[in-house]
């Protein structure tokens, strides 16, 4: 099994800090990889698929970065609605998530 | 607008089973492929398995070989995951998705969730 491992696992920030969390993955998934939001009690929301393509309807402000086996998702100005759980998953082989980087108000 | 709606929260005692359903609208229900993502309090979400509403192939992960059955009902567009044997760790809300396409395998849409309780 590809395993998926985040950091940092909680994050304080303030609004309009620039924020990056980081998604390793044990071998190599090109760039299978994508990103979610989540707030407690929903389902996850898809932000960034293939490493560094945006949604639609997700704002400009969030981003992502990386291939092979190193991935960062950045925010560049936090808003008061990105408080949230972020997941990295892989889809190069089944599906493996990351155990999830909480931002939280500082 | 594409819609994934599950069925409702489930209380089952230990050895039980449970089959949550996930029914489609908003979309073509077929072929699509529905994958069935469960997630343990405070836990990251984990991948169980897949249909193709098409022709009904499916796919589970080695975890779940032997408990889990995934089916479609496609006069309904209704996907269907069954867990036999059912344990207290497999307290948890299992979320229906559906990936992009096969080449494009990420979840872009979610059902709301189903909250199973496993408790004696």
């Known amino acids: 099994d590809i395993q998926m491992t985040q950091s940092p696992s909680t994050l304080s920030a303030s609004v309009g800090d620039r924020v990056t969390i980081a998604c390793r993955a044990s071998?190599?998934?090109?760039?299978?990889l994508a990103w979610y939001q989540q707030k407690p009690g929903r389902a996850p929301k898809l932000l960034i698929y293939k490493a560094s393509i945006l949604e639609s309807g997700v704002p400009s402000r969030f981003s992502g970065s990386g291939s092979g086996t190193e991935f960062t998702l950045t925010i560049s100005s936090l808003q008061p609605d990105d408080f949230a759980t972020y997941y990295c998953?892989?889809?190069?082989?089944?599906?493996?998530f990351g155990q999830g980087t909480k931002v939280e108000i500082k | 607008q594409v819609q994934l709606v599950q069925s409702g929260a489930e209380v089952k005692k230990p050895g039980a089973s449970v089959k949550i359903s996930c029914k489609a609208s908003g979309h073509t229900f077929a072929p699509y492929i529905i994958h069935w993502v469960r997630q343990a309090p405070g836990q990251r979400p984990e991948w169980m398995g897949w249909?193709?509403?098409?022709?009904?192939?499916?796919n589970r992960s080695q975890k779940f070989q032997g408990r889990v059955t995934i089916s479609r009902d496609t006069s309904a567009t209704t996907a269907y995951m069954e867990l036999k044997n059912l344990k207290s760790e497999d307290t948890a809300v299992y979320y229906c998705a559906r990936i992009a396409g096969v080449l494009n395998a990420y979840f872009d849409y979610w059902g709301q969730g189903t909250l199973v309780t496993v408790s004696s």
């Open positions: 998953q892989q889809y190069h082989t089944y599906w493996t």
């Open positions: 249909i193709n509403t098409g022709n009904g192939d499916t």
């Open positions: 071998q190599t998934i090109s760039s299978w």
